[in-house]
């Protein structure tokens, strides 16, 4: 599993050093919109009923003000705006980073 091994907060981005030598660079409002929480993104039941979620897509302004690593998997951050709840694993982060900037 490629994984990150250091993470910098670097004026409006994490940048992230992959173990295969790579790097990626995310913006902290795409970190935030893309917290894959319950609170977030919501829950379904059995039946595929959608309960909760933000839909507030905007979180310009909202900034990452710490992380902590979860495991060997997962790195949870914590946002300006107090959302901390989302375990970002190392595969998602990853994905986040090779989108087109904005």
Known sequence: MIAPVNL??????????WSDGSESFV????LRR?????????????????YGGDP?????GVRVVGWEWVGN???RFDFSDGH????Y????L?????LPPA
Do not use: M
């Open 89 to 92: 694993t190392f595969d998602y």
């Open 73 to 75: 998997y997962a790195i």
């Open 8 to 17: 910098q907060a670097i004026g409006d981005e994490i940048a992230i050093a």
């Open 56 to 60: 507030k897509s905007d979180h310009a």
């Open 27 to 30: 913006r902290h409002d795409l």
């Open 84 to 87: 901390g709840t989302g375990l």
């Open 34 to 50: 893309a917290s894959p929480s319950a609170s977030n993104q919501g829950e379904h039941d059995v039946f595929g009923n959608k």
């Open 94 to 98: 990853r994905r986040l980073g090779e």
